[in-house]
């Protein structure tokens, strides 16, 4: 990964960590999967995808009971 990657992949984590906080996990989960393109073994990218796919599933699964 080159220094330029990395800052991409840093900007892109930052993003992704701010659009969880803020409740956007489909664009946060874009984020995060922008990162593991570049390097497929990130393990912060990992994490935070592994969050936003988990609280966009919690919040599908309350949003279907409340139907």
Do not use: C, F, M
């Amino acid at each position: 990964v080159t220094t330029q990657q990395r800052r991409r992949v840093q900007a892109l984590l930052a993003q992704g960590d701010r659009l969880t906080l803020a409740g956007e996990y489909a664009a946060a989960i874009e984020a995060y999967n922008s990162v593991l393109a570049i390097d497929r073994t990130d393990p912060a990218a990992r994490a935070g995808l592994a969050r936003a796919e988990q609280a966009k599933a919690a919040e599908e699964n309350i949003l279907r009971r409340r139907r």
